[in-house]
């Protein structure tokens, strides 16, 4: 038994390994059982071990001296291919999980409004390099902190999710580093399969944006703005 050796009936005829991926169970071949003269001193105990799809893709074997044997030797090698197969569809789970992931991180990213994701508890999970921009900041300024420290008015907001309203193109104040700013605001609650709500995801625009697009396409422009008054008085700048 060295690497590289053909252990299949074919090649060394009855044996535990070749004869458990052959017959696709496990088995245990003990002394005399073995076709090779050279083994009869062994008693083997092997399983296949299968991939997702329940393809065979090898096979487990414990060897040991005939005189030996137990038969709880075989339960042992099955318990420990079972180990590995589940090792197998849990990689293959997470592999799945982080596939879907890249491809929503990149849907939210390609989105040119923000975006922010939020627990059932209210903390920022996820937020789109968009709304980082708006807020400027970055995600690392944001991230698992709770929304309340920019939307204040969120437990409020939130109690109307509950009670099953639909927020759509709401005017909010987020106030980012001390400073106020208005965005049109939508919320989509996200629910588990027995209708629960378990986070919810924030859309917003700026304001600013949304009355330049009205203008784009209406003809509308402000000849003047706020910028354009003069004025000493605090009460003024009020």
């Not at 969120?154 to 700013?181: A, M, P, V």
Request: proline share 2%.
């Amino acid at each position: 038994m060295v690497v590289g050796a053909y252990m299949d009936e074919n090649s060394i005829g009855t044996n535990a390994m070749g004869t458990a991926i052959k017959e696709d169970m496990p088995i245990q071949i003990s002394a005399k059982e073995h076709f090779i003269t050279a083994y009869h001193r062994w008693t083997c105990s092997a399983a296949p071990i299968h991939n997702t799809k329940g393809e065979i893709i090898g096979t487990l074997n414990l060897t040991g001296n005939s005189h030996l044997v137990h038969p709880h030797t075989l339960g042992l090698v099955v318990a420990a291919v079972r180990s590995i197969e589940n090792q197998i569809k849990s990689e293959e789970a997470n592999n799945k999980l982080m596939e879907t992931y890249k491809y929503l991180n990149t849907i939210i990213e390609s989105i040119n409004f923000g975006i922010i994701a939020l627990c059932k508890d209210g903390v920022i999970k996820n937020i789109n390099e968009a709304a980082c921009s708006m807020f400027n900041c970055s995600k690392e300024d944001l991230l698992e902190k709770p929304i309340e420290e920019i939307l204040f008015k969120w437990n409020e907001i939130y109690n109307r999710i509950l009670s099953g309203e639909k927020i759509t193109d709401e005017e909010i104040n987020f106030r980012i580093k001390g400073k106020s700013q208005k965005y049109i605001m939508s919320i989509h609650s996200i629910k588990d399969d027995k209708d629960t709500i378990i986070g919810s995801v924030l859309s917003f625009k700026n304001l600013q944006n949304v009355y330049n697009l009205i203008n784009k396409y209406t003809g509308m422009k402000a000849r003047y703005t706020f910028d354009d008054i003069i004025f000493k008085s605090s009460c003024m700048k009020k």
